[in-house]
Protein backbone atom coordinates (compact mmCIF):
# COMPACT_ATOMS: atom_id res chain seq x y z
CA UNK A 1 0.00 0.00 0.00
CA UNK A 2 1.16 3.64 -0.73
CA UNK A 3 0.00 7.08 0.99
CA UNK A 4 0.89 10.50 1.40
CA UNK A 5 1.47 13.04 3.63
CA UNK A 6 0.96 16.95 3.61
CA UNK A 7 1.38 18.16 6.81
CA UNK A 8 0.47 21.34 5.91
CA UNK A 9 -3.48 21.86 5.18
CA UNK A 10 -3.08 25.51 5.33
CA UNK A 11 -0.24 28.34 4.35
CA UNK A 12 -0.55 31.63 4.22
CA UNK A 13 2.82 33.87 3.19
CA UNK A 14 3.80 36.79 1.97
CA UNK A 15 3.60 37.84 -1.92
CA UNK A 16 7.17 37.74 -3.21
CA UNK A 17 8.59 35.55 -0.63
CA UNK A 18 9.88 32.16 -1.05
CA UNK A 19 7.48 28.91 0.02
CA UNK A 20 7.99 25.54 0.38
CA UNK A 21 4.80 22.47 0.62
CA UNK A 22 5.82 19.28 2.24
CA UNK A 23 5.13 16.24 1.07
CA UNK A 24 5.69 12.68 2.13
CA UNK A 25 5.11 9.05 1.02
CA UNK A 26 5.14 5.77 1.98
CA UNK A 27 5.57 2.82 -0.51
CA UNK A 28 7.14 -0.40 -0.54
CA UNK A 29 8.31 0.22 -4.27
CA UNK A 30 9.70 2.75 -6.99
CA UNK A 31 7.52 5.56 -7.13
CA UNK A 32 6.34 8.05 -9.56
CA UNK A 33 5.94 11.40 -8.06
CA UNK A 34 3.34 14.34 -8.98
CA UNK A 35 2.56 17.34 -7.97
CA UNK A 36 -0.88 19.01 -9.05
CA UNK A 37 -2.46 22.35 -8.82
CA UNK A 38 -6.40 23.14 -7.96
CA UNK A 39 -6.99 27.12 -8.54
CA UNK A 40 -10.46 28.15 -7.33
CA UNK A 41 -13.43 26.69 -8.65
CA UNK A 42 -11.13 24.82 -11.43
CA UNK A 43 -10.15 21.36 -12.37
CA UNK A 44 -6.54 19.61 -10.91
CA UNK A 45 -3.61 19.90 -13.49
CA UNK A 46 -0.45 19.22 -13.22
CA UNK A 47 2.46 20.85 -12.14
CA UNK A 48 5.36 18.72 -11.97
CA UNK A 49 6.40 15.42 -12.00
CA UNK A 50 9.69 13.04 -11.43
CA UNK A 51 9.26 10.02 -13.34
CA UNK A 52 12.98 9.41 -12.82
CA UNK A 53 16.67 10.67 -13.64
CA UNK A 54 17.58 14.15 -12.17
CA UNK A 55 16.21 14.32 -8.57
CA UNK A 56 15.40 17.66 -8.98
CA UNK A 57 12.39 18.45 -11.27
CA UNK A 58 11.46 21.85 -12.70
CA UNK A 59 7.70 22.66 -13.23
CA UNK A 60 5.20 25.72 -14.88
CA UNK A 61 5.13 28.97 -13.19
CA UNK A 62 8.10 29.22 -11.56
CA UNK A 63 8.01 25.80 -9.06
CA UNK A 64 10.06 23.24 -8.52
CA UNK A 65 10.59 19.81 -6.45
CA UNK A 66 12.90 17.46 -5.08
CA UNK A 67 12.36 14.15 -4.80
CA UNK A 68 14.44 12.66 -2.16
CA UNK A 69 14.57 8.87 -1.80
CA UNK A 70 16.06 8.73 1.89
CA UNK A 71 13.85 10.73 3.27
CA UNK A 72 11.25 9.49 1.23
CA UNK A 73 10.09 13.33 0.41
CA UNK A 74 8.56 15.46 -2.62
CA UNK A 75 8.84 19.28 -1.16
CA UNK A 76 7.41 21.34 -3.79
CA UNK A 77 8.94 24.90 -3.64
CA UNK A 78 9.10 28.85 -4.99
CA UNK A 79 11.60 31.21 -4.02
CA UNK A 80 9.09 34.02 -5.08
CA UNK A 81 5.19 33.97 -4.70
CA UNK A 82 2.61 35.56 -6.68
CA UNK A 83 -0.96 36.91 -5.94
CA UNK A 84 -1.51 34.21 -8.47
CA UNK A 85 -0.32 31.37 -7.06
CA UNK A 86 -3.22 31.11 -4.92
CA UNK A 87 -4.57 27.86 -4.38
CA UNK A 88 -4.83 24.33 -3.54
CA UNK A 89 -1.86 22.15 -3.73
CA UNK A 90 -2.18 18.48 -4.46
CA UNK A 91 0.82 15.77 -3.75
CA UNK A 92 0.36 12.56 -5.84
CA UNK A 93 2.36 9.09 -5.98
CA UNK A 94 2.14 6.38 -7.94
CA UNK A 95 3.82 2.98 -8.22
CA UNK A 96 6.47 2.85 -11.02
CA UNK A 97 5.52 -0.35 -11.99
CA UNK A 98 2.69 -2.95 -11.68
CA UNK A 99 -0.24 -0.96 -10.45
CA UNK A 100 -2.14 2.79 -11.75
CA UNK A 101 -3.65 3.22 -8.51
CA UNK A 102 -2.80 7.10 -8.10
CA UNK A 103 -2.86 8.14 -4.54
CA UNK A 104 -2.94 12.17 -3.12
CA UNK A 105 -2.73 13.89 0.06
CA UNK A 106 -5.14 15.67 1.41
CA UNK A 107 -3.65 18.96 -0.33
CA UNK A 108 -2.29 22.50 1.21
CA UNK A 109 -4.00 25.68 0.45
CA UNK A 110 -1.32 28.09 -0.21
CA UNK A 111 -2.59 31.70 0.49
CA UNK A 112 -0.51 34.76 -0.94
CA UNK A 113 -1.05 37.37 0.86
CA UNK A 114 -0.70 40.86 -0.74
CA UNK B 1 -11.37 15.09 -27.47
CA UNK B 2 -8.61 17.29 -26.33
CA UNK B 3 -9.14 16.73 -22.82
CA UNK B 4 -11.37 14.50 -20.02
CA UNK B 5 -14.76 15.55 -20.78
CA UNK B 6 -17.44 14.63 -17.57
CA UNK B 7 -21.65 15.03 -17.93
CA UNK B 8 -23.15 16.62 -16.75
CA UNK B 9 -21.02 19.54 -14.75
CA UNK B 10 -23.70 19.88 -11.96
CA UNK B 11 -26.24 17.25 -11.12
CA UNK B 12 -28.80 17.81 -8.42
CA UNK B 13 -31.46 15.00 -7.41
CA UNK B 14 -33.55 14.07 -4.40
CA UNK B 15 -32.30 11.49 -1.80
CA UNK B 16 -32.79 8.13 -2.63
CA UNK B 17 -32.40 8.65 -6.61
CA UNK B 18 -29.83 6.66 -8.52
CA UNK B 19 -27.39 8.90 -10.22
CA UNK B 20 -25.05 8.09 -13.60
CA UNK B 21 -22.11 9.97 -14.07
CA UNK B 22 -20.03 9.99 -17.25
CA UNK B 23 -16.95 10.38 -17.92
CA UNK B 24 -14.96 10.41 -21.78
CA UNK B 25 -11.14 9.97 -21.69
CA UNK B 26 -8.62 11.01 -23.68
CA UNK B 27 -8.35 8.69 -26.96
CA UNK B 28 -5.73 6.21 -26.19
CA UNK B 29 -5.62 6.60 -22.30
CA UNK B 30 -5.53 2.54 -20.99
CA UNK B 31 -6.34 3.98 -17.50
CA UNK B 32 -9.15 5.76 -15.91
CA UNK B 33 -9.94 7.29 -12.69
CA UNK B 34 -12.64 8.22 -10.30
CA UNK B 35 -12.13 10.27 -7.30
CA UNK B 36 -14.57 12.00 -5.10
CA UNK B 37 -14.03 15.19 -3.37
CA UNK B 38 -16.49 16.79 -0.92
CA UNK B 39 -16.26 20.22 0.23
CA UNK B 40 -12.59 21.20 1.26
CA UNK B 41 -11.93 18.17 1.39
CA UNK B 42 -8.85 16.17 -0.55
CA UNK B 43 -9.17 13.63 -3.80
CA UNK B 44 -10.70 10.37 -2.46
CA UNK B 45 -9.64 7.27 -4.69
CA UNK B 46 -12.90 5.61 -5.73
CA UNK B 47 -12.26 3.15 -8.87
CA UNK B 48 -9.40 3.17 -11.24
CA UNK B 49 -9.49 0.43 -14.59
CA UNK B 50 -6.11 -0.14 -17.02
CA UNK B 51 -6.94 -1.69 -20.12
CA UNK B 52 -9.09 -4.97 -19.74
CA UNK B 53 -7.66 -5.73 -16.04
CA UNK B 54 -10.29 -6.10 -13.41
CA UNK B 55 -10.75 -2.75 -11.99
CA UNK B 56 -9.53 -1.65 -8.97
CA UNK B 57 -12.42 -1.29 -6.61
CA UNK B 58 -11.55 -0.98 -3.53
CA UNK B 59 -12.02 2.89 -2.80
CA UNK B 60 -15.64 2.27 -3.42
CA UNK B 61 -17.01 3.59 -0.24
CA UNK B 62 -20.25 1.18 -0.51
CA UNK B 63 -22.59 -1.16 -2.70
CA UNK B 64 -24.42 1.74 -3.74
CA UNK B 65 -21.34 2.69 -5.57
CA UNK B 66 -21.10 1.01 -9.01
CA UNK B 67 -18.48 1.94 -12.20
CA UNK B 68 -18.03 0.52 -15.39
CA UNK B 69 -15.53 0.95 -18.77
CA UNK B 70 -16.05 -0.67 -22.16
CA UNK B 71 -12.33 -1.20 -22.99
CA UNK B 72 -10.59 1.68 -23.20
CA UNK B 73 -13.50 4.09 -23.69
CA UNK B 74 -16.55 5.65 -22.03
CA UNK B 75 -16.86 5.37 -18.62
CA UNK B 76 -20.03 5.51 -15.81
CA UNK B 77 -19.76 5.79 -12.36
CA UNK B 78 -23.56 4.69 -10.65
CA UNK B 79 -24.35 5.83 -7.28
CA UNK B 80 -27.99 4.01 -6.37
CA UNK B 81 -30.14 5.14 -3.41
CA UNK B 82 -28.39 8.62 -3.58
CA UNK B 83 -27.52 9.69 0.28
CA UNK B 84 -27.23 13.41 1.31
CA UNK B 85 -23.16 12.82 2.24
CA UNK B 86 -22.70 11.85 -1.35
CA UNK B 87 -22.83 15.23 -2.17
CA UNK B 88 -19.62 16.22 -3.66
CA UNK B 89 -17.21 16.80 -6.83
CA UNK B 90 -16.82 13.59 -9.06
CA UNK B 91 -13.45 13.36 -10.76
CA UNK B 92 -12.42 11.62 -13.31
CA UNK B 93 -8.86 11.30 -14.64
CA UNK B 94 -7.09 9.33 -17.67
CA UNK B 95 -3.65 8.53 -17.89
CA UNK B 96 -1.62 6.87 -20.95
CA UNK B 97 0.87 4.29 -21.55
CA UNK B 98 3.25 3.78 -18.48
CA UNK B 99 6.32 5.34 -19.31
CA UNK B 100 4.66 8.91 -19.10
CA UNK B 101 2.25 8.26 -15.30
CA UNK B 102 1.13 11.71 -15.55
CA UNK B 103 -3.16 11.67 -15.13
CA UNK B 104 -5.25 14.23 -16.80
CA UNK B 105 -8.32 15.28 -15.04
CA UNK B 106 -11.60 16.57 -16.18
CA UNK B 107 -13.47 19.20 -14.91
CA UNK B 108 -15.96 17.35 -12.78
CA UNK B 109 -19.65 16.37 -11.99
CA UNK B 110 -20.66 18.58 -9.06
CA UNK B 111 -23.18 16.31 -7.44
CA UNK B 112 -26.23 17.90 -4.71
CA UNK B 113 -28.27 15.44 -3.35
CA UNK B 114 -31.11 17.22 -1.38
Known amino acids: AQSVTQLDSQVPVFEEAPVELRCNYSSSVSVYLFWYVQYPNQGLQLLLK??????LVKGINGFEAEFNKSQTSFHLRKPSVHISDTAEYFC????????????FGKGTKLSVIP | GAGVSQSPSNKVTEKGKDVELRCDPI?????LYWYRQRLGQGLEFLIYFQGNSAPDKSGLPSDRFSAERTGESVSTLTIQRTQQEDSAVYLCASSPGRSLGEAFFGQGTRLTVV
Open chain 2, 27 to 31: SGHTA
Open chain 1, 92 to 103: AVRPGAGSYQLT
Open chain 1, 50 to 55: YLSGST
